[in-house]
């Protein structure tokens, strides 16, 4: 019933499309030009166009043109940016009914980036420099210049991120001092499944067709609902509008590193001699690693043998600047293989995972002033685990299937010209099935209605926002949000912004039903509340003639309700852990962020974190580290195409637990004696070369002192990795 009442909605929204269409109808203008990167003499392909103050917006083609058809008579005022260039802007463009208006553009070369379209931190589009929510990029460049294999490699060296480890060998990100299952990791702005250790395993995701990476700090649940509470880690892939016709590489590292990749792209562009764009991707690649284990005697790696594939075909179709059509499919499975004992007993464990997904998403824009939006997510996940003695007989076995289909409606209007106006409906469907689980089967759904308002007064943007959601297990929230951007002059802006937070418990926090062989048992509670907290953030961001930026973030961040373990009792010899919300816990700090252009090919990147986290008790939170430092020289000669950094870091000393059962660091009567991991430093080095735009080599040493601090630091040692990648366009 649930399913053909959600049809029905679907097809209804989809009706509406085309009533609607014939309503705005009228007689109509197109705009046509192209964009220009520095002196070059042909045009760019690739590069962003927006219709400011509306929903429109396209790209150039493989020719560097853009087109924008069907456009009603007005005046309009366009603003074109390409990655590493400043963006520009054509002002009061008039469109005549039946006339072809052609304009270019002409951008000129920037060091620091802040013409990046970003679309994490709100429903709009906006420049990164223009966004009123504070947001940090990570390009396709940055990503390539950590020569990592995964994307962990590349999380590892932002200011304010950390990496945990949890105790199926998986690898997850903190933000500003709060836990990793309070970071929502997106793929294309879509939730996926498969959570290990009650976070998403950062490991499963590749690097190879990530566009770029956005983070924003804080509560983001007034967009995201649950888990967003610390906040979004977004990988944006690459589409095959822009993709090259063929790319491939093989990378070759220490411990057994094997990466290969393949992507191959088809684009058909004026398709019957109308503004009409089809577009095709398909990727695939193997991830192989040997692993880490420095000590034999101890029974216990470091870090798992691993197997990887991962694929995914991606359809793209655009009619004109009106319609857009997105289908995409990915396919992921892996294996895991590690020591999981100690001194005494001889343990091997092997998980593996098999992950689907499909998304499908339609947007219309009816006039310049009004556009609607509909997708479907599904995400679905199977992970085992099994567990072998000394003898290599069996002890234990477990499966676990974990699914997600994600319904999402949306109408964006523009209501007067200073202010854009989101609204929508969703419905999120989570399901469990599991050996763990009382019952074996679990499900619940949450229905979710959102509002998002934004408003353009001169030299201030301000956006308010909110998110209803009702859950068939634990009730109804509302998470509100207000961000606010204000611009003293070209280049100094201040960013400052409220946000409410929540998580819903999780199905295994509420259900679990686990005996151990090993003498202990875990026990879920239904009766637990929602996490809730209340942040806070205010910013100050400069820039002078792409000499220096600057940005400055402080952030405080209050948590009430914490989700966490505690020893329940003992019976029968066993100890008994369940879970329980206690009172609350705060986060607070500073970060810094700087870029500058020293000399003619050398930039400089700076970065520093200051963070705090105590309960309640005052007591300061484990496993988060309270000073980072890091530091990055680019190198970049006008010969060879080659390109050069060196990058390191700085880790502050910091409190553990080396004693992973006791879990009772929030209560006031149990004393906790610390651990501390010594403060360290690392090192990379990288060295690459482009060769007629398509050829590229690259080599580099990550951790060049060969510096460990396991488990809880930095756990592989020195690593060499060369890199050769061919690019058929």
Same mark, same amino acid.
């Given at each position: ?104 553009f002409h951008l000129r070369s920037s060091v ?78 879509e939730r996926i499944t498969g959570k290990v ?7 499963? =995701? ?210 007067y010209k200073s202010s854009v106006l989101t ?248 004393? =906790? ?57």
């Open positions: 019933m649930r399913q053909r009442f959600t049809g029905l909605i679907f097809f209804t929204y989809l009706g509406s499309f085309l009533f609607l269409n014939n309503v705005f109808a009228t007689d109509y203008g197109s705009i046509h030009g192209r964009v220009y990167l520095g002196n070059e003499n042909n045009a760019e392909p690739g590069a962003n166009i927006l219709v400011l103050g509306t929903s429109w917006g396209t790209t150039t083609n493989h020719l560097g043109e853009f087109s924008l058809t069907r456009i009603p008579p007005g005046h309009y005022n366009l603003k074109a940016s390409f990655i590493g260039y400043e963006s520009a802007e054509q002002i009061n463009v008039e469109v005549l009914p039946g006339k072809n208006t052609l304009i270019d620091i980036v802040m013409d990046e379209v970003v679309v994490t931190g709100s429903y709009v589009k906006h420049l990164l420099k223009d966004t009123p929510v504070i947001t940090e990029v990570i390009t396709e460049q940055k990503v390539a210049d950590t020569g990592g294999s995964d994307l962990v490699d590349v999380i590892r060296e932002q200011t304010g991120i950390e990496i945990s480890y949890g105790i199926g060998r998986t690898q997850s990100a903190q933000l500003q001092g709060l836990n990793d299952n309070h970071v929502l990791i997106l793929v294309d702005g250790d009650g976070a998403l395993d950062l490991g499963q =995701i590749p690097i190879d067709q990530i566009k770029r990476i956005e983070t924003v700090k804080g509560p983001m649940s007034s967009i995201y609902g649950s888990d967003a509470l610390g906040g979004v880690i977004n990988i944006i892939t690459k589409s095959p509008i822009r993709a090259p016709l063929v790319t491939a590489s093989v990378d070759m590292g220490t411990n057994g590193r094997q990466d290969y990749r393949l992507a191959m792209a088809k684009k058909w562009e004026n398709i019957r001699g109308q503004d009409r764009s089809l577009a095709i991707g398909l990727s695939g690649n193997w991830n192989k690693y040997f692993g880490v284990d420095y000590e034999l005697s101890d029974n216990f790696s470091e870090l798992p043998e691993y197997d990887k594939k991962n694929s995914s075909l991606n359809l793209f179709y655009r009619h004109e600047n009106h319609l857009e059509f997105d289908l995409k499919s990915t396919f992921y499975k892996d294996k895991n293989e590690w020591l999981a004992g100690d001194k005494f007993s001889l343990f091997t464990d092997i998980s593996g995972n098999t992950k689907l997904g499909n998304t499908m998403r339609m947007k219309y824009s009816f006039t310049p002033r009004f556009a609607m939006q509909a997708s479907v997510n599904y995400s679905g996940n199977e992970h085992t685990l099994d567990e072998y003695g000394a003898s290599g007989k069996l002890v234990k076995s477990d499966v676990s299937t974990t699914s997600l289909l994600n319904y999402r409606f949306q109408t964006t209007v523009l209501p609204l929508g409906a969703e419905q999120i469907i989570d399901a469990i099935e599991s050996d763990r689980i009382i019952n074996r089967e679990k499900d619940y759904t949450t229905n979710v209605l959102f509002f998002e308002d934004e408003w353009i007064l001169s030299s201030l943007t301000l956006t308010l926002g909110g998110r209803y959601s009702d859950n068939s297990v634990y009730g109804s929230f509302f998470a509100p949000k207000v961000s606010m951007l204000y611009s003293l002059g070209d280049n100094l802006r201040l960013r400052g912004g409220y946000g409410r937070g929540f998580r819903q418990p999780s199905m295994k926090e509420l259900y679990i039903d686990f005996l151990s062989t090993v003498g202990y048992a875990v026990l879920g509670a239904p009766d637990l509340k929602p996490e809730k907290s209340n942040g806070y953030n205010l910013g100050v961001e400069y820039e002078a003639n792409d000499v220096l930026w600057l940005r400055l973030n402080s952030f405080y961040n209050q948590v009430e309700s914490l989700i966490d373990y505690y020893t329940w009792g003992v019976e029968n010899g066993r100890t008994i852990f369940s879970y329980y919300n206690i009172y609350e816990a705060v986060t607070k700090g500073v970060e810094v962020d700087a870029t500058l252009n020293l000399i003619s090919g050398v930039t400089g990147e700076f970065g520093y974190s200051y963070t705090s986290a105590k309960n309640n008790n005052g007591i300061d939170l484990p496993y988060r580290v309270p000073h980072f430092f890091k530091w990055k020289l680019v190198y970049e000669p006008n010969f060879w195409g080659l390109r050069g950094n060196i990058r390191g870091r700085w880790f502050a000393e910091k409190p553990v637990l080396d004693d992973q059962v006791n879990k009772d660091i929030y209560s006031a009567d149990i004393p =906790i004696n610390y651990s501390y991991v010594s403060s360290y430093f690392l090192w990379d080095l990288q060295l690459s070369s482009t060769i007629d735009d398509r050829f590229h080599v690259q080599a580099g040493i990550n951790n060049l002192t060969n510096k460990k601090s396991y488990p809880f630091g930095q756990i592989k040692g020195r690593e060499f990795y060369l890199s050769f990648k061919v690019t058929i366009n």
